[in-house]
């Protein structure tokens, strides 16, 4: 049964950090490209990071390019996103995906830029 769950977020004031986590568990994890969305109610989910399935390739949204880094263990299937410098406009809920995995979200970690 393949799970992702996330954690880290919480409420920062603008130009804090937060590092996000993702467990995985359910699949190969380590054969997996991975990416971390954001979604803010009303909207649609934006693509936010995304790397390959050996950490080598990594890429960004031009929205969070030179703040936010994503990275990941694949000794303990672990996905992670360092989010420097925020902002108000970054508070949504965020999600990370496989992409060997169709059709699966796990519940999200709200994040909360505000002074």
């Known amino acids: 049964q393949v799970q992702l769950v996330e954690s880290g977020g919480g409420l920062v004031q603008p130009g804090g950090s937060l590092r996000l986590s993702c467990v995985a568990s359910?699949?190969?994890?380590?054969?997996?490209?991975m990416r971390w969305y954001r979604q803010v109610p009303g909207k649609e989910r934006e693509e936010v990071a995304s790397i390959s399935s050996t950490g080598g390739i990594t890429s960004y949204a031009d929205s969070v390019k030179g703040r936010f880094t994503i990275s990941r263990d694949n000794a303990k299937n672990t996905l992670f996103l360092q989010m420097n410098k925020l902002q108000p406009e970054d508070t949504a809920v965020y999600y990370c995906k496989a992409l060997v995995v169709a059709n699966y979200w796990g519940q999200g970690t709200q994040v909360t830029v505000s002074s």
């Open positions: 359910g699949f190969t994890f380590s054969r997996s490209a």
